[in-house]
């Protein structure tokens, strides 16, 4: 079932909440599962979503530390014709003091069957611009990381905000009982780390599972994934036992988010013992398959994105490593060559793989940073922040492919034509989950809060 619109949230306690909605994995720092009755109903004729879904699945491909949208997207010519000098379009408020017009090393040809020009930096993935909706006239409110992070991942700059897949969950559980039904994938510490994927104010069973790919070894991206002192059958009399002292407990005392959470955490991590093994394992994949998506931590993040969501988990975000590698303030032209040509191969894979397999349709991908960056210089051959006007692109799950969204000026300092906030952004997600970003609320400190806030609108321009 569908969490309560507003008039039945003060009707319904906590604890029955949590038992629409699914537990947690709060030991794992793991996200919510539903029972398999309950998702059979959300699917069979029980609770309607608010409109029909196109989505079933989402998988975010997070470019940390912004691209610059000029290089791979949005080509500007007047960029590189008027390069060393500074229009008034540059006076716009950014991190940093920034210097003259900067010219980008790529150069851009129609792609498809619809034409849409990218980048020569993106061969591979140049060939599925059909199934690409480019988004041109992205903005945010704020040029520094942490906010604009906040604000892609959060819905707002502030850090007291649910994430945006503990929303999905709370609106739609997951399909899998067995496996976190939101992953994290890192190799790695992105900027303000956890804070990004937590569940704040919502049921901590929607928080999400961070999971570092550095080491392809399943055990050690799920450590602990095994009890070693005892075997499945004791574990379950454990269990049981405990599920008992808590019912106990629960009628003398009355129920207990935390508790029942905790408790979900047990059964899940439990249950993780039979499949994480297999779901994390890239060595049952073929040759041919490892080949076609390359080599290197996004490749295999990609990878795993794809047998994660085949499995039934909800929500895949994919950080593309470390810190913020596309934070190019030096050296841009450099490190872009290598920063495309290391998501180009598996991008395309990814895309490729889900088609062939059935899943595109209804599974949404997400590719962009929390913001862009300028076309002026900084320190003589970097790129400032710049969130007036940024590229991200959605592919299936419902969206227009072949096809761009919003325009950006001459130099592509701002977004001037069919601008596309990041509320915006995520209200049209929403949407195309099946869930109304107006009526997917929650009651806290005497009000009802949304993922978009009070904002956002959804963009029906680019759904198919």
């Not at 019912?247 to 979900?264: F, N, V």
């Not at 059964?267 to 490892?290: V, W």
């Not at 970097?382 to 592919?395: E, I, K, Y």
């Not at 592509?412 to 209200?427: C, E, L, R, S």
Request: aromatic share 8%; net charge positive; with cysteine.
């Amino acid at each position: 079932m569908l969490p309560p619109s507003n008039s039945e949230a003060t009707s319904i306690d906590r604890r029955n909440l949590l038992q629409t909605l699914g537990g947690g994995m709060g030991m794992l720092g793991a996200a919510s599962m539903l029972s398999q009755p309950a998702a059979a109903a959300a699917t069979a004729g029980g609770r309607v979503l608010h409109n029909p879904p196109k989505a079933k699945r989402v998988i975010h491909l997070f470019m940390n530390g912004g691209p610059f949208q000029c290089d791979l997207f949005d080509p500007k010519p007047m960029l590189n014709k008027f390069a060393g000098q500074r229009p008034a379009e540059a006076d716009l408020v950014t991190e940093r003091k920034t210097g003259n017009l900067l010219a980008s090393p790529a150069k851009f040809k129609p792609a498809g069957k619809s034409g849409v020009p990218v980048s020569d930096l993106l061969p591979h993935l140049s060939k599925h611009i059909d199934d690409i909706c480019v988004l041109r006239s992205m903005h945010a409110d704020n040029p520094n990381h942490g906010p604009a992070l906040l604000q892609m991942n959060n819905g707002t700059i502030l850090p007291t905000r649910p994430s945006m897949g503990a929303w999905f969950l709370y609106g739609l559980g997951t399909e899998n009982q067995n496996l976190p039904g939101y992953v994290v994938l890192c190799p790695g510490r992105p900027v303000r780390f956890s804070i990004l994927w937590n569940s704040a104010f919502l049921p901590s069973a929607h928080q999400g599972t961070y999971i570092n790919h550095s080491n392809l070894d399943p055990a050690k991206m799920v450590p602990y994934l095994r009890n070693e002192q005892w075997d499945r059958q004791a574990q379950r009399r454990q269990l049981d036992l405990m599920q008992k002292l808590n019912t106990a407990h629960r009628e003398m005392r009355g129920s207990d988010p935390a508790l029942d959470a905790r408790m979900q955490s047990m059964e899940t991590a439990y249950r993780m013992q039979t499949q994480a093994n297999d779901a994390f394992d890239l060595n049952q994949e073929s040759k041919t398959t490892r080949e076609n998506y390359g080599s290197g931590h996004f490749a295999n993040g990609c990878l795993l994105a794809r047998r994660l969501v085949e499995r039934g988990v909800r929500f895949v975000q994919l950080y593309y490593g470390n810190g913020q590698p596309w934070d190019t303030h030096s050296k841009h032209d450099e490190s872009v060559k290598k920063l495309a040509k290391n998501i180009d191969q598996p991008t395309a894979a990814l895309l490729g793989d889900l088609k062939q397999r059935g899943l595109l349709e209804d599974t949404l991908v997400i590719w962009g940073g929390e913001f862009g960056r300028t076309p002026t210089s900084e320190n003589g051959n970097g790129r400032d922040h710049n969130h007036h006007g940024f590229t991200m692109w959605m592919a299936g799950g419902g969206v227009r492919g072949g096809m761009t969204y919003g325009e950006t000026d001459d130099f592509g300092f701002k977004a001037v034509q069919d601008k596309m906030h990041v509320h915006d952004m995520h209200a049209t997600v929403l949407h195309l989950l099946g869930l109304d970003h107006e009526r997917l609320t929650y009651r806290y400190a005497g009000r009802d809060y949304r993922l978009t806030d009070v904002h956002g609108r959804i963009v029906e321009e680019i759904i198919a």
